[in-house]
Each structure stands twice: as structure tokens, then as C-alpha cells.
């Protein structure tokens, strides 16, 4: 007899990666069959509804624990091993101490001033509703912060920015993925040499294939700032484009200075432009959407401009080769700038589908999916099993912060999909995942591996005989 | 651009690991979701403006107070208070919801100005309301202990700030066990009044007239060095104010015996100094209140029925929930039966960043409020994660001389929902038992995300 416990714990919290270790370890326990420690975001309860649980009225701020055991007489045993697993989970001070965490970004800071490492900078990934109230304490105490953060409100943004800009902090967000300060990576950040470029970017996995493309070509990066998909909406205004271009002309080892963003707002634009060009910093607009360049032919540009060579983007085949087949290509992404970049590559005709799992929808109350890939493992599966499905279009984003082995989870399942796989490997030969032993596992497991996002798209509509 | 020194990780805990695999230093905020709620009214807040700056100016404000002792005045005097006139400790509240400590204070009072002859027999006048008037101590400049009751005869201490010309008034302090402000009005409680009022108090106004005045943020300064917290404990600092005043009040030519009787009063009574501690906190908190967009708490207080908090940004309003029951130790049988509700304005103390908030530097009363050593430090390391500053001239040596966590923020208070640690005595719940106890209490929660969402509201107009 199978027996299954759901309690709800208010008032405890832990964030969501902590929960998906906590959950991983209790699933190992003996006689656990199935289990789920999460706090309950509609997200999460519609999750543990669909694993046959039910949940009883819960706020997002209550923690979840659903468990299904082999017999009822485990369930004392289970019990203790969830709270272990979140006592080992939510060890964070090292050392003998007994000096209680700050509980603030502004208690952080304030720690920290007049020791080493005063000039610290604050780095904010707290559900999107609290993030503004974190990211202003570093505002306040005149640090830059990088807003890792989604669902924060548009007003918020402008509200923080403003703030920012009137005591010259630079705000990195939200929903900033990735930034390199002074070569330190931040986020989802590419392990990469410095050198003569300044990245400004508003897109995370847009500047991360920037990283990587520049990086096999040679070329090192010595800052790359993110400001957030919205900073050069008309609403934001570019607050965060202006501190961040004059932060990168003032630094002497910039000899260029790349934008990455969608088309900005057209009032943005001519402002941001004529900034630009009051520069002493040659700007190089790498603009991404319908019409534009794809982030290849932007790296490719910026080669040209630096007077570099511009290399052969490395493909590695698997030995047999993919065979030419009928259908649509599904695009399963991580990252939304290379999905919209693979969306406009194949354009709107032939039916083809590009799901990005670290859209806002997906990442409420979850982890993003370079962290914990089961949502894509999930629909991967269920794609290999649609008649229609032609091919399957991935990326692997490598990196600090992002999973520390990808291929050890997705390697073995693709070596069941019948169809032909294309994935883009975005990551540098120092990241710390080792991207060339990733790059074999994929290889071996039937896939076609692609440095560049625009050419493993190509390939995927050249399988199926599409035109792109 | 320049590589970080270090970063302050809030949120994922991998995003920091991230950053310590790099060889950077990683400070990680143990952040946890804000009370119910209160996401929206605190993003409303942290984004107004006016906030930092307001913020900054209610704290020095705060700062620049200097209390000294100038004067000591009958209440009709010092605040125009007139028969029938009573003040009380805490947020308004009348008679028909008033606690058994401040019924009991009030009926004592209302003998102790002739009202009535058997305090018993005042319970009717306080019923019908005709002839007396309640009003709290903290709209008339002053602050009281417990029950906090002030009637017209009582007489004052009478601070100042020399820069500014402001006042605030305390009554004297009685003692320990069956006293007035705890709620006992027995003939020995009122035959100590009089006393007061006829011997003690016209010798501390010579006295106080005849000598230079006594600063009493000063005192403060040093008492915190000497193991008081100056809430629960005043030992040190009542003996610094005899040393100040008993020459003048042995030279003001009143009979010995008097001067005596007085002395050994003083110096038998080791909360006397809590009523100068008590309006120097409010003088200082007062030069804060009414600064536009501040979330700095002015005045906690508790009237043994309702806790009240009043906010630098939101005027004289006052944001109230139930006064909580202490935890602590009780005297002798008395039990938490016998306890009221908390109550009085003395947690002025802790919103000036005293009593509860020092309480690292009174290790010899932890047992006292139920607690050790290590709570004592924990206790005040964790008041600075709900302040806006440290206080320079309030510094605790066992902490490196860390000045002590001034200025109550709303915000943080609802971010990190750690409440105000606050040390107080314990009254009796029936009117006329007088003290059972002493331990630490907080304010209820609820009256934060209140007074936030009064903030929010002010700050989207």
C-alpha cells in the first residue's frame, strides 16, 4: 500500500534551488517513491497536482512537502530526512561564528564597510516582488547591483533606475542574467580572457553567445554589463544603457564597445545614439530582431571592426551523420534571446514551435531551467513522441551559475529520441562545466553540436528541407 | 572597470557559490519573505523619493539632542493640567477598555487630587466621565512609566534642549512592588505620594534651581558603560544623579531629616533614573517627528489594552494592535495568570535604541528578563537589522564599542519581520496588585505593515 503526505509549513522558505536539492535528496531516501519540497506558487501546485498530490490552500509564502511512500510506517523516517536535507541545505555562514547572517542587503553592506571588500557590490536574485526593496538598499549605500530577478514591475524598474542615476550607480537588470565586472562573472557568466571589448547588453544569453563566439575567435572582453530586456523601452528610457556606456569609455581597455539589445523604443534610440557618439569609445550597435543581423553576424561584424580574422564556427557531427527527415522543427530553448533569434531565422511559415523555458511563466516560484532542466526534460520527451516533430532544436548554456554537468542529464535522453537533434553549445573553452568533454557527450548521444545559435538553427531547417 | 572586492549575495545561494568559486568574497543575506503582504507597500516605500533623505535627516535629528535636566514643576504647571485632567501611558484609550493596572492607577490618582476619598468610590466618576478627562502622556510632551498616570499635583522633571528650546516631562519615580504605576492605590501607595509631592519634589526643584544643569544624555552615555540598559536596569545611572545633585540639595537649607529621608529614597530606588532616561529618549525622538517620508518609529507605547507606535512620516497618527504578555520571571507566587498585558510609555527607551536594544551591554540583568549572556549579545546584534543607525554616543564595549541600533525602521521591521525586543516590568492584572513580574516582551506584529501601508499611501500622493 502506497501511502502520501502533503503538509503545508508556513513561514519557512528556502529558495527555490535550495528546494530542488532538498527534493532531489529526499526522492533518494529508501522507501520514498516520490517526492516534493517546494513553496507553493501556483506554479509549484499545479506541478504537485500533476504528480497526484493534493494540496490544500496555500499562499506562495507556505512550504509545500508532498510525499509518496512505499508504506505509511516510512513516513517518521521520511519526515526527518526532509528536515535534515533542509538543515544541510540552508548551511550558509562558514566557520566558527556566532555572529547571526544580515537579514538585509542594507545590514550586508553596512557589515561590510571599512573592511575589505568595501566596495562591494550587490547581486539580487529574491522573488521579483521583493527585489526593488533589496536592490535600493545597495542604491542607497551608492553600490551597483545586478538584478538577477524577473517579474519585477515595469514602474519598479523605472523607480530604481531613476534613483540609480541621480547617485551614479549602475543598475544591472532585472531580469539580467549575466554580467562580467571587471572580469568577475556574475549570473549565468562565461569564463572568458580580458581584452579590448566592453559588452552592454540587454539580452543574458544574447551577450553569452557574443562571449563565446568572441572567445573562439580569440578575442578577450573585459566587461560586460547587462542592463535588462526593458532598459531601452520607452518607459526606462535607457537609464542603465547611459551609466553603463559611460562606465565602459571610461575604462582604458576598451577599444570597442558593443550594444546588444532588441530595437530600442525610437525616442530611446536617437537619445542612446547621440550618447553613443559623444563617446570617446567607438559604439558598435548590435541590434537583434526581425530585420537586424543575427548575433553570428553582429560577433562577425565586430571581428571585421577590430581587425581580426573571422573564423569557421566549429560544428561537430556525430559519426552517422542526420539523415534529411519530414516535419517541423521544435525549438526547446533555455535562453529567450536565442530562441527569438531561432524564431526569426525559421520566420513564421512551415509551423515550427520555440518554447523558452526561462520565460517568466516557467520561473515563478521555480528555478530557472539552466539550473534545473526537468521542465525541458519533461516536454523533450513529449516532443520526441509528436508524430509532427522533424527535428529538435537545443541549447546548452554553459558557464558560472549555470548546471554544473548539462549533458549528464540530457545526453541519455537524447540517445532515445528517434529524431534528428541540433543543439548550440553556448560556453567557452574555460567555463567550468569543460565545454568540449559536454560537447562529446551530446555528440555521442546522436546530436549535432553547433557553436552558433543562428547555425544550428539553419541546420535544423536544412534537415527538414526548409528554406531559411 | 575595476573587479568587485566582494559581493553581497540576496537570493539564490548558487549565484553566490558562483561568485566564491572565482576566489571573490561573498557576504550572503539570510533573506526570508517579508510578513504577509507587504511586498507592494514596501516596494511603494523604498522607491518614494523622498525616503533616503528623509531618513537621514530624522536620524540626525535624533542625533543632535542634547537632554538636560533644567527644572522641576507640578504637572498644573509644567503642562497647564487641570483637576480632573489625567494622564496615562500608551496610544488614547477610555475608561470602559482600560486594564486593571490602569483602573487601578486612575482610581489613585483621582484620591491622591481629593476627586474622591476611598479610591474605590472614583470608579463611578470615571464611568460617567462628566467631571475627568483621559488623555495620553505623549500628547502633552511628557512620557509615564506602567500605567504612566499624571494628575495635577505630581510633580515633573522638566528636560530641555538647549539648542532648540523644546521640553519633555516625566513624573517622579516611586519605587518597586505596591506602587501607583503598577497599578496599586492601597493608603501606604498614596501616603508616598503625598510625601513626594509635599518633601521630595520642592527639594529636587531647589535643588535642580541651584546648581548647573544636569546632563542627562550624559549620564546615559556613561550608565551604558556601567552595566545599565536604562530600562530594567538605572542603578548606575540613578547613583550619577545623586552624585550631581546631593550637594545642592544638602546646600538648598532645607531640614536634614528631609534631605535625609530624600537621599535614602533616591538611593534605595534603582529605576529612579528611568524617568529621566525615559523623556530624554522623547526629547530626542520628537526632534524626528513630522519629517515627510521618514519610516523611523518616534514613539512606541502601550496603554496595557492596545500597543501604539507613532512614525516620523506620518504625523501624530497612531498605528495599534493588543498589547502581548510578557515572558519572563514573576515574583514570588505570582504566576502569567496574574499578568496585564504589556504597558506604559517606557518603551521609548528601546525606540531611542535603549533598554532591550542595549541590552548586550546590562549582562548582569539577562537572568533578570529570562535570558544569557549570549541572548543579550544576539538580542542587540539583531536590533541593527531594523535600525537606520548607530548611535556614536551610546556605545556597548563587549560589542568593540559598536554604537547601540538606533532608529526603528518600518520597512525593516516588515522585511525581516523581527519585531522590537522590548524589557519591561509586569503589572498586575487586577487593579490594586501592583507589580508581579519582569521579562521581555514585543509589539504585535501587525501594526508595522499598518503604519507601512500609511507610509505607501502618503508616498503615492
Known sequence: MTHTHVELRPGAYADSVTLLQVSRTVQGLDGVLAAQVAMATPLNVEVLTGMGFEVPDATPNDLVVALRLAAADGLAAALAGVDQALRDATKRVEGPTEVAPPRTTASAL?????????????????????????????VDAGRDVMVFSDNVPVEQEVALKRAAAERGVLVMGPDCGTAVVGGLGLGFANVVSPGPVGIVAASGTGCQQLLALLDHAGVGVSSALGVGGRDLSAEVGGLATREALRRLDADPAVELIVLASKPPAPEVATEIEAYAASLGTPVELALLGPGQPDLTAAAESVLRRLGREVPAWPVVDPTEGLRRVDGVVRGLFVGGT???????????????????????????????????????????????????????????????????????????????????VVVAVVGTAADPQDRDRQVRALVEAGAEVHLSNAGATRRALELIGAQS | MTTPAGVVNVGADLLGDAVADQATPVTRVDWRPPMAGTETDLATVAADPRRREANERAVAAMLDVTATLVDVLPASEAL????????????????????????????????????????????????????????????????????????PSMWMFVLEDAASGRRTYCSLNEGLGKVLRYGAYSPEVLTRLRWMGDVLGPLLQKAVRGTAPVDVTGILTQMLQMGDEAHNRNRAGTLMLLRDLSPAMVAVGVDSADVAESLRFIGGND????????????????????????????????????????????????????????????????????????????????????GGFAMATAPAIVRFVGGSVPDALATTRRMHEITLAENPRWSVPVLEFQGTPTGIDVSK??????????????????????????????????????ALARLAELAGQ
Open chain 1, 110 to 138: 553596512r557589515r561590510s564597510a571599512g573592511t575589505p571588500g568595501h566596495d562591494a557590490i550587490a547581486l539580487v536574485s529574491v522573488p521579483g516582488a521583493s527585489a526593488l526593496v533589496e536592490a535600493m538598499d545597495a
Open chain 1, 338 to 420: 536565442l530562441k527569438s533569434e531561432a524564431q526569426l531565422i525559421a520566420g513564421t511559415e512551415g509551423g515550427h514551435t520555440f518554447v523558452d523555458f526561462g520565460d517568466d511563466e516557467y520561473t515563478t516560484g521555480r528555478a530557472h531551467p539552466m539550473i534545473d532542466p526537468s521542465l525541458r526534460l519533461e516536454h523533450l520527451a513529449r516532443a520526441a513522441t509528436d508524430p509532427d516533430t522533424g527535428v529538435l532544436l537545443l541549447d546548452v548554456v554553459l558557464g558560472h551559475g549555470a548546471e554544473p554537468d548539462p549533458a549528464a542529464a540530457l545526453a541519455p535522453a537524447l540517445a532515445g529520441i528517434a529524431q534528428p
Open chain 2, 80 to 151: 497647564g493640567l487641570q483637576r480632573g485632567e489625567f494622564l496615562h501611558a500608551g496610544p488614547p484609550i477610555g475608561w470602559d477598555r482600560a486594564s486593571g493596572p490602569l483602573r487601578g492607577a486612575l482610581l489613585g490618582g483621582a484620591a491622591l487630587e481629593g476627586l474622591v476619598e476611598d479610591p474605590e468610590d472614583a470608579a463611578a466618576l470615571f464611568e460617567s466621565g462628566t467631571s475627568v478627562s483621559l488623555e495620553p502622556c505623549h500628547h502633552r510632551s511628557a512620557v509615564g512609566p506602567m500605567a504612566g498616570v499624571v494628575t
Open chain 2, 271 to 354: 529605576h529612579f533614573f528611568l524617568n529621566l532616561a525615559m523623556p530624554a529618549c522623547k526629547l530626542a525622538l520628537d526632534a524626528a517627528r513630522g519629517t515627510e517620508g521618514s519610516t523611523m518609529v518616534v514613539a512606541m507605547a502601550r496603554n496595557g489594552t492596545d500597543f501604539g507606535i507613532q512614525v516620523a512620516g506620518t504625523g501624530d497618527e497612531w498605528f495599534t494592535g493588543p498589547a502581548q504578555l510578557a515572558d519572563g520571571l514573576f515574583l514570588g507566587d505570582y504566576g502569567p495568570d496574574d499578568a496585564n498585558p504589556d504597558i506604559g510609555d517606557s518603551a521609548i527607551t528601546e525606540t531611542a535604541g535603549i
Open chain 2, 413 to 450: 521591521v516588515c522585511r525581516t519581520g523581527i519585531l522590537p525586543q522590548i524589557n519591561t516590568g509586569m503589572a498586575g492584572k487586577v487593579a490594586g496588585v501592583g507589580q508581579v513580574g519582569a521579562g521581555l516582551v514585543t509589539p504585535p506584529a501587525e501594526i508595522f505593515p499598518k
